[in-house]
């Protein structure tokens, strides 16, 4: 059985972190690209950071230089670091695995980061 148990989100002040985790299990973790979504309500879910098989990563303009995505292959996991959260980060982030070889893509459940005063 596939499953992906993410963690680590909650109500943060601005220039505040929080660091994301997401475990997968049924999958043979390491030959997945893994990503981090977001989406706010009332819009799309966008990808926020990638991390490859072999490591590279790849941000999106509006994260870049503030979160930083890991993996750990022997512990089925990835993270998101965020750091000097905004306003404009509030979202429900899922955890996204994707094979290029045969195209099987799962998702997280979700966890809710607020950035508030």
């Known amino acids: 059985q596939v499953q992906f148990v993410e963690s680590g989100g909650g109500l943060v002040q601005p220039g505040g972190s929080l660091r994301l985790s997401c475990v997968a299990s049924?999958?043979?973790?390491?030959?997945?690209?893994m990503r981090w979504y977001r989406q706010a309500p009332g819009k799309q879910r966008d990808s926020v950071a990638t991390?490859?098989?072999?490591?590279?990563?790849n941000y999106a303009d509006s994260v870049k230089g503030r979160f930083t995505i890991s993996r750990d292959n022997a512990k089925n996991t990835v993270y998101l670091q965020m750091n000097s959260l905004k306003a404009e980060d509030t979202a429900v982030y899922y955890c996204?695995?994707?094979?290029?070889?045969?195209?099987?893509?799962?998702w997280g459940q979700g966890t809710q980061v607020t950035v508030s005063s």
């Open positions: 996204n695995a994707a094979n290029l070889a045969n195209y099987r893509n799962y």
């Open positions: 049924g999958i043979t973790f390491s030959s997945y690209v």
């Open positions: 991390v490859t098989n072999g490591g590279s990563t």
